[in-house]
């Protein structure tokens, strides 16, 4: 899908992987969850967010890095590990992306219902349509950067509106996320793995493999992509807890069916929940687009051969129809795309700890080069961490 996308600059294609990533992570379920677990918990929410944002910042590094010195895929990683053990992270990869795109196209098509009073079913149909055209169009990741960066924008005017017109609990946030009352694990699985589990942790890093970006020269790209994405996601993350603690603290209680859209309606009435609709379809189409591109990314392991991109759009296509055909007739409840998340979370510290133990490997890295001392440890650390989390929550998930 790059062929006729080679020329632009490693810069715009670092940057093309920040937003990826960032929007890819900032869809209907992250909305779901920062809304849901902001009415749970309040101002402790925070203190989840600040440590999801340092696991972010480890994650991304060790494998935008990681991925873009060896020059290979992360499915192709693992098998080079453990022969097989690519098909297995590709099998997780994809079934999560795919279970994850239900909710993606699911939301796109209620903004739209919020927006224009259509059946959620029919709004998912034309987000389909929109998103299949998008990556079959000429210079598609092109488009589709162009796409995800405009609509980063629309999230962020949209939330800024909405701070602006509630009284923000500044105090008690900074207050609580640093000196938490409680601390829920279900939460922090939950928001790590929807801001960089699954799919998510590998769109970045695949996103500039695909673009040319690749070996060892290019290392201040992946520090400025993965940097740039988290702090996107992050920032969007922070204004939606923001907003949401404001309308929690004044005592309202959020709709356990569409928590997110209680906090747009009562901040800002009817034209809040327009605008609520608005964010809701711009969060639907770019995670539809990034979990997309990520999760066929993992079902092709002959990157570097000429003409693997040929069955690409079928694929592309299929993954997309199918999707919206599963939401059309079964639907898809938040509290679904909440689950999902933690389950996302579950697959990290698998993918990880694959990943980092690739990267002591001289034969997959290259016998020059040495993965930074730090990011080993604090990537061991997260790994230690999610297992540890992700065992706790699975002794405790509702399904």
């Known amino acids: 899908m790059e062929k006729k996308t080679k020329k632009r600059s490693p810069f715009n294609v670092a940057m093309g992987a920040a937003f990826m990533m960032a929007m890819a992570a900032v869809g209907p379920g992250f909305l779901t969850q920062t809304a849901t677990f902001t009415s749970k918990m309040g101002a402790d929410f925070g203190f989840a967010i600040l440590i999801c944002i340092l696991v972010d910042i480890v994650v991304q590094l060790n494998i935008w890095r990681i991925i873009i010195v060896s020059g290979r895929h992360a499915q192709v990683l693992a098998n080079e590990v453990v022969p097989g053990l690519g098909y297995v992270l590709s099998a997780l990869i994809v079934i999560g992306g795919f279970f994850f795109n239900i909710g993606n196209i699911g939301g796109a098509g209620l903004g739209l219902n919020v927006l224009f009073g259509i059946s959620p079913e029919n709004g998912a149909l034309i987000a389909a349509a929109v998103a299949i055209v998008l990556f079959l169009v000429r210079n598609a990741m092109l488009v589709v950067d162009r796409t995800v960066q405009l609509l980063a924008v629309v999230k962020v005017l949209i939330l800024i509106y909405i701070l602006a017109v509630t009284t923000v609990p500044l105090q008690s946030a900074v207050h609580h996320t640093f000196m938490p009352t409680s601390i829920d694990f279900y939460s922090i699985v939950t928001i790590v793995g929807g801001t960089v589990g699954g799919y ?42 923001l907003a949401g603690l ?43 687009l990034g979990s997309t591109f990520t999760s066929i990314s993992f079902l092709d392991y002959n990157v570097n051969k000429e003409g693997h991109e040929s069955w690409r759009p079928w694929i592309i296509v299929g993954f997309i129809a199918l999707s919206t055909i599963i939401f059309y007739f079964i639907g898809s409840p938040a509290k679904v795309l909440v689950i999902v998340g933690a389950l996302n979370g579950l697959i990290l510290p698998i993918a990880l700890a694959i990943l980092l133990i690739a990267a002591t490997r001289h034969k ?26 992700g065992i706790r929550t699975l002794l405790t998930i509702q399904f």
Do not use: C
């Open 200 to 241: 998510i942790s590998f769109s970045g890093g695949h996103r500039l493999l695909e673009g040319g970006v690749r070996g060892i020269n290019n290392i201040k790209y992946v520090n400025e992509g993965a940097l740039t994405g988290i702090g996107v996601a992050s920032v969007i993350r922070v204004m939606l807890f």
């Open 246 to 288: 404001a309308v929690v603290l004044a005592g309202h209680q959020l709709d356990p069916t569409n928590p997110a859209a209680t906090i747009f309606k009562v901040a800002a009435g009817n034209f809040g929940y327009k605008f609520f609709g608005l964010l809701l379809f711009a969060a639907g189409m770019t995670s539809t």
């Open 364 to 389: 997959i890295m290259g016998a020059q080069y040495r993965h930074p001392r730090w990011l080993l440890v604090t990537g061991w650390i997260v790994v230690l961490f999610m297992a540890y989390a």
